[in-house]
């Protein structure tokens, strides 16, 4: 069998496909709270009514994670096909969403719903890629794994970090996830986070006495400013990568694919200051202000160089403030080679299924790859685009749904050696 009667095979079942998504979103997994049994087990009778064997692993009980592994006829890598089944939640109010949130409608051109984008169409695609690799593992050379989490949006510590330290099947030897990153891309890379919390205290006051104290949110006003000299700070950024990311080619898909100005921030740091609280009444100077800081680091730059930025150049501005990490929040920058074999085939994969061949780019945002590379494991993300990801009326469209279903299918099989 070769790649394009494999792929006739996938290609027929379309209707089956965009089924299983839409049962999959109407199954709701909002996290938080994070339970994701009703979700999970739509996998589960997905794999079980093709003969797939799978197990759940659950260090929580409402938060399981699936996972199934087979070999094909002869040795070779391990591919591991990661995605989460958790999405963001939906606020109260539902009134603004064209169709409900865990509706599933398919109006022809969408699946409407929570998640679809972020990222169930991905998780759906892989779990059914994975399914036709089982089916012809025969003509494989190597190995699979699907390993579908809980726990994405608030760290991973049960999902994929928790797989990862306790399931040697689930650490491969590359990786490939289906996270929304548009058909234009191939993320090779991922922008770490610092998440740090400021705390100024000083002398309160009544609100016309401002020559007795400057106030804590005044403070803070001047601190957030000196912040933002961070973003001056350079990264360490290899020759090669950096002349990769330097190509107009390069840069034109950075900003179709997460918005123009995207390709002039996506190797420098950023400052977002996420919260301010500080005051009880709008005539009193206020004793205490605390302010929490998203600070995005490039690849090449790490906590370290942002932290003795911030104690030697900034602080000693700031005797009123100190500062705290939220460690739990913060993971450093991420990467793996922006040429591998795994990219050429997704890239193969790709043309084939969309008529575009994607670029290797890095990501802004953070996913479960982060995990694998840090391992040292090569980690990859092909999936539909990221347009109304976490929006109200979030939609995913079919066709992108069903290209990302073939292209994750055909480079996995031509990555083993499909024959």
């Not at 591919?79 to 989460?84: C, I, T």
């Not at 994405?152 to 399931?167: A, C, N, V």
């Not at 995207?262 to 302010?291: C, E, Q, R, Y």
């Not at 591998?340 to 790709?350: F, G, N």
Request: glycine content about 8%.
């Amino acid at each position: 069998m070769d790649q394009k009667q494999f792929l006739a095979l996938v290609d027929a079942d379309r209707d089956s496909h965009i089924s299983f998504l839409q049962t999959f979103i109407r199954a709701p997994s909002p996290n938080p709270p994070g339970d994701t049994t009703d979700a999970t087990n739509v996998i589960l009778e997905y794999l079980k009514d093709r003969g797939i064997p799978s197990e759940t692993i659950a260090p929580q009980p409402q938060m399981p994670n699936v996972v199934s592994t087979f070999s094909g006829a002869s040795s070779g890598e391990t591919v591991v096909m990661n995605g989460h089944i958790d999405v963001f939640p939906v606020a109260d109010d539902t009134s603004d969403w064209i169709h409900p949130p865990w509706s599933g409608h398919n109006d022809g051109k969408y699946i409407h719903g929570r998640g679809g984008v972020d990222m169930k169409a991905g998780t759906a695609a892989s779990v059914i890629a994975y399914s036709y690799l089982y089916s012809f593992r025969q003509h494989l050379k190597g190995s699979v794994t699907l390993a579908c989490v809980s726990d994405e949006e608030t760290g991973g510590k049960w999902g994929s970090r928790y797989l990862l330290e306790h399931d040697p099947r689930c650490r491969g030897d590359v990786m490939i996830n289906a996270e929304p990153g548009g058909l234009q891309s191939i993320r090779f890379g991922e922008k770490g986070t610092l998440r740090l919390t400021f705390t100024v205290q000083t002398k309160g006051a009544h609100g016309a006495y401002v020559h007795l104290s400057e106030g804590a949110n005044n403070i803070v006003a001047r601190l957030i400013t000196a912040l933002h000299s961070i973003e001056e700070i350079d990264a360490n950024i290899d020759a090669e990568l950096r002349k990769h990311m330097q190509r107009e080619d390069v840069r034109d898909v950075l900003d179709e694919v997460m918005g123009k100005g995207a390709a002039d921030i996506v190797m420098k740091p950023t400052v977002n200051i996420g919260t301010v609280h500080g005051g009880l009444k709008v005539n009193m100077i206020p004793d205490k202000s605390i302010m929490e800081a998203d600070i995005r680091l490039p690849i090449g730059l790490t906590h370290a160089d942002v932290l003795d930025h911030i104690r030697n150049h900034i602080l000693p501005k700031f005797p009123e403030a100190t500062m705290s990490v939220q460690e739990a929040a913060s993971n450093p920058p991420n990467n793996c080679p922006a040429s591998h074999r795994m990219i050429d085939s997704i890239v193969r994969a790709a043309e084939t299924a969309t008529g575009r061949k994607p670029l290797a780019i890095p990501s802004l945002g953070a996913t479960d790859t982060k995990f694998w590379r840090y391992r040292g494991i090569p980690a990859y993300v092909f999936g539909v685009s990221p347009e109304t990801m976490a929006a109200t009326n979030e939609r995913v469209s079919i066709d992108e749904f069903l290209a990302v279903v073939k292209t994750h299918a055909a480079a996995v099989w031509e990555y083993l050696g499909g024959h």
